[in-house]
């Protein structure tokens, strides 16, 4: 099993930026495929960016793509997700989630493991 705790979620104006984290605690971190997925209120949970195992494939909705940047480092079992230019829009609570499929996984039902979230509230 793995543990997820993200950070630094918080408020931000409308064009700013944040970097959320995720640190993996438990079986070995590069043992999973991870993603970053968000769910605003009264919307579903979607997925904006995953990233395989070893770093070196990542995947990103097409309406996230240009402005998210998923990244990881296997050694502090870190996931990262770059956030820039944000919209009201944006406004949402992000969980990263972790899966044991070999191939990157694209689709919420495709992750095993999830953390409790952390808000990113965008301002106008």
């Known amino acids: 099993q793995v543990q997820l705790v993200e950070s630094g979620g918080g408020l931000v104006q409308a064009g700013g930026s944040l970097r959320l984290s995720c640190a993996a605690s438990g079986r070995t971190f590069s043992y999973y495929g991870m993603g970053w997925f968000r769910q605003a209120p009264g919307k579903e949970r979607e997925l904006v960016a995953a990233?395989?195992?070893?770093?070196?494939?990542?995947y990103y909705l097409d309406s996230m793509k240009g402005r998210f940047t998923i990244s990881r480092d296997n050694v502090k079992n870190t996931v990262y997700l770059q956030a820039n230019s944000l919209k009201p829009e944006d406004t949402a609570v992000y969980y990263c989630a972790a899966s044991t499929r070999l191939l990157i996984a694209t689709t919420r039902l495709q992750y095993d493991y999830w953390g409790q979230g952390t808000q990113v509230t965008v301002s106008s």
């Open positions: 990233i395989s195992r070893g770093g070196d494939t990542t």
